[in-house]
């Protein structure tokens, strides 16, 4: 059961375009959502994270849009650029006396020149 | 990125052998997690640490062991090495105490088992 549901699987973007990342859950107790980007041959790193109580963030080119109460969010790279192609993954975490990620699939993005 | 040192980097090794994982870390970070990587299932935990000999089962533990004797080291052992575990595998650490805690992952290692 696949408890954080990431689509696309994977995504061609034209250099410039918006790339859109769609994630959606089904656990109430999640209460914090961080999107990792990673990078062939490397580990996941956080790229940027959201709290249930804020419907959007931004940071830089990177924008996550939440919605609570349809239990989705979204991750929006703005002006996307080759150096962005990357795995994306989407998650949410809960407190079960440790830090209980769950993860997305992931989408494979590839920005074209 | 973080202090986390994974070893090996790579490793192919026999059907029904054993094979440990280490996990290194620099941080002093309380909590410690080992997930496997495949395709179509994203991240998985496989075993995680809230301190020193204190560890937990994650989703995916069967044929799998975990040890913790010293807060910077995490050690994963493939009792009897199987080809379903054939995949990469991940360390990562995180520390509560700051809002927003995220977890910080190695390079992996990539285990083939033949």
């Known amino acids: 059961q696949q408890q954080v549901k990431q689509s696309p699987q994977s995504l061609i973007v034209q250099k410039g375009g918006i790339s859109i990342i769609n994630c959606a859950y089904e656990?109430?107790?999640?209460?914090?959502f961080p999107w990792y980007q990673q990078f062939p041959g490397k580990g996941p790193a956080l790229l940027i994270a959201i709290r249930p109580d804020v419907s959007e963030k931004k940071e830089g080119r990177f924008t996550i849009s939440f919605n609570k109460s349809a239990k989705q969010f979204s991750l929006h790279i703005m002006d996307s650029q080759p150096g962005d192609s990357a795995t994306y993954f989407c998650a949410a975490r809960e407190w079960e006396g440790y830090q209980k990620v769950t993860f997305g699939t992931g989408t494979k993005l590839q920005v074209i020149p | 990125d973080a202090g986390i040192t994974q070893s090996p980097r790579h490793k192919v090794t026999e059907t029904g052998t054993p094979v440990t994982l280490r996990c290194h870390q620099t941080?002093?970070?309380?909590?410690m997690y080992w997930y496997r990587q495949d395709p179509g299932h994203g991240l998985r935990l496989i075993h995680y640490?809230?301190?020193?000999?204190?560890?937990d089962k994650g989703e995916v533990s069967d044929g799998y062991s975990v040890s913790r004797s010293k807060t910077e080291d995490f050690l994963l052992t493939l009792e009897s090495a199987t080809s379903s575990q054939t995949s990469v595998y991940f360390c990562?650490?995180?520390?509560?105490?700051?809002?927003?805690?995220?977890?910080?992952f190695g390079q992996g290692t990539r285990l083939t088992v033949v």
């Open positions: 656990n109430t107790a999640f209460d914090y």
């Open positions: 990562a650490i995180s520390d509560r105490g700051t809002a927003g805690t995220e977890a910080f």
């Open positions: 941080e002093n970070h309380r909590y």
């Open positions: 640490s809230y301190g020193v000999k204190d560890t």
